[in-house]
C-alpha cells in the first residue's frame, strides 16, 4: 500500500520508546501526541469511541504484517509545490465548507 502515512504495521511497532518523553507510550499516547503538537488540539482519553476506532482501524492495517518489516512505500509522498498563487474563491470556498466542521470538531 503506497503513502499510506505509515500505519500500516503500526500495531506491532507498539509500546515503543519515546525519546521526546523519555518513556515507553502506547500507540494512543502517540496519537495523542499528534494530536496536542501537530494539530494543537487536545488529548483523548484512550477509551472514548473515537479513540478506540484509530486504534481498531490501525490494528486491521496492520493485520499480516510481520514485527519489524519494513513497507514499500512507507511514508507520505512528496509533494510538489504549486507555482501560482491560491485562487481565493476557492480558497474562501474551503473555508466556508470545511472551519465551521472544523471548529465544531475541537470544541
Request: aromatic share 10%.
Amino acid at each position: 500500500m503506497q503513502n499510506q502515512s505509515g500505519f500500516v504495521g503500526i500495531w506491532a511497532r507498539f509500546p515503543q520508546y519515546n525519546a521526546r518523553g523519555g518513556k515507553v507510550i502506547t500507540l494512543a499516547d502517540r496519537i495523542n501526541g499528534c494530536f496536542e503538537r501537530s494539530t494543537n488540539g487536545k488529548r483523548m482519553p484512550s477509551d472514548t469511541p473515537e479513540m478506540k476506532a484509530m486504534l481498531t482501524y490501525m490494528q486491521w492495517l496492520s493485520q499480516g504484517v510481520p514485527v519489524g518489516a519494513k513497507i514499500e512505500g512507507q511514508g507520505l509522498k512528496k509533494i510538489d509545490f504549486i507555482l501560482r498563487a491560491a485562487d481565493p474563491k476557492k480558497v474562501r470556498q474551503f473555508i466556508w465548507i470545511n472551519v465551521p466542521f472544523v471548529i465544531k470538531k475541537m470544541a
